[in-house]
């Protein structure tokens, strides 16, 4: 009787352990909608990683006179070249990253120091300094297509596979 009932006592003391939540775990506990109003919308849609930052609700265009068009490799291996341009405008001048170099070298709009472009896209704070990610370049009647209107994914994006997959 002794031997079961020791058994038992072990088994319960099993699951009690199971079911504590690991140290420093945060209960989530869903907050109600106040009466008559309906539950909040999450704060960010559920899309892909890459148009996480991007919204095509906050695009604004910008227009200027590329000061330079600069590449850099990517600071962790495997990852593509990218390209940014420094843009003047007449509010100072501005960092525009428009995407990885290789789907940048495969459109028809080249851009070079001196052109007047309008850029179309959203601005962001990185680092204490402020830049724009660009959706759209346009340079006389050429246009340089980054992003999706609608949903801001990056057109490179579609036929490239993920990394680790």
């Given amino acids: 009787m002794m031997r079961k009932l020791s058994k038992m006592v072990g088994a319960l003391g099993v699951l009690a352990f199971?079911?504590?939540?690991?140290?420093?775990?945060?209960?989530?506990?869903?907050?109600?909608?106040?009466?008559?109003?309906?539950?909040?919308?999450?704060?960010?849609?559920?899309?892909?990683?890459?148009?996480?930052?991007?919204?095509?609700?906050?695009?604004?265009?910008?227009a200027g006179t590329v000061v330079s068009v600069d590449r850099r490799t990517a600071r962790k291996p495997g990852r593509p070249e990218r390209v940014s341009m420094v843009l003047k405008t007449d509010k100072g001048n501005l960092k525009v990253n428009l995407g990885p170099a290789d789907y940048i070298d495969q459109q028809a709009l080249k851009l070079a120091a001196g052109d007047q472009v309008e850029v179309k896209g959203m601005r962001v704070e990185r680092r204490n300094r402020t830049m724009l990610i660009a959706g759209e370049v346009k340079k006389g009647d050429q246009v340089l297509k980054l992003r999706d209107d609608a949903s801001g994914r990056p057109l490179w994006a579609k036929g490239r596979k993920r990394q680790g997959t």
């Fill in 18 to 62: 199971l079911m504590v939540p690991p140290a420093g775990a945060q209960q989530q506990t869903p907050q109600a909608a106040p009466a008559g109003t309906a539950p909040a919308a999450p704060s960010k849609p559920a899309r892909g990683k890459h148009s996480r930052i991007y919204n095509p609700q906050a695009v604004e265009t910008v």
